[in-house]
């Protein structure tokens, strides 16, 4: 297991295609998060789940994303009509559940939408 | 809401000088905070966490409640920890709030 694994790392769309991100997390994590960090800024919180069950969204995520875990293992995040806006790196992290515990950061997808 | 502070976009220290990274957060509680860093093309590792209590490659931190404040610190600043530092809390098991970051550069 080398770690939490991302892909595509790299993704350009036109503005109101749709894309879809994958995340592998490390195998016995059962907690999977997903941020979003544009430039200057610190990673942002957008959703996150325990195994299949995603607990929270953030009001950043607007009802164009939607994210799943369907099985507890990897997770997508799918963006529909994509904006100029949405252009930004997105990250997914793992962890076990418990306080204080670390999360461990994939490399990220990288997003542009012209 | 909770919200964490990096007040310094950019920190600039000569090799061998004392280096302070300044965090402060707002929470009403008692969070758990910490120390991300991310090297040049590298993916984003944690550095720290305030209950470990650690010193990890020369850098500490002290949780200091009554100013609400996690500076890192180290005493003698080297060409390799040039990087970007991300202050982070979290509150039971919450997910994380970072700050904006501060770009470490340490001049030879």
């Known amino acids: 297991d080398t770690g939490v694994s991302q892909n595509p790392r790299h993704k350009i769309t036109k503005r109101g295609q749709n894309v879809t991100f994958r995340c592998d997390p490390i195998?016995?994590?059962?907690?999977l998060y997903w941020y979003r960090q544009t430039l200057g800024q610190g990673p942002e919180f957008l959703t996150y789940f325990q195994n299949e069950a995603q607990l929270e969204k953030s009001r950043l995520l607007s009802d164009r994303f939607s994210a799943e875990r369907p099985k507890g293992s990897f997770s997508t995040l799918e963006i529909q009509r994509t904006e100029q806006g949405d252009s930004a790196m997105y990250l997914c992290?793992?962890?076990?559940?418990?306080?204080?515990?670390?999360?461990?950061f994939g490399p990220g997808t990288r997003l542009t939408v012209l | 809401a909770q919200r964490v502070t990096q007040p310094e976009k950019l920190l600039s220290v000569f090799k061998g000088a004392p280096v302070e990274l300044k965090c402060n957060y707002s929470?009403?509680?008692?969070?758990?905070l910490f120390w991300y860093v991310q090297y040049s093309r590298q993916r984003l590792q944690l550095l720290l966490r305030?209950?470990s209590r650690e010193s990890i490659k020369g850098f500490t931190a002290d949780l200091n409640k009554g100013e609400t404040s996690f500076h890192l610190k180290k005493p003698f600043a080297q060409e390799e920890d040039s990087a970007m530092y991300y202050c982070a809390l979290t509150y039971q098991s919450t997910p994380l709030v970072f700050g904006k970051g501060t770009r470490l550069s340490v001049i030879a």
């Open positions: 195998s016995e994590h059962n907690r």
């Open positions: 305030h209950i």
């Open positions: 929470y009403s509680g008692s969070p758990e």
């Open positions: 992290a793992s962890s076990r559940s418990g306080q204080g515990l670390e999360q461990f």
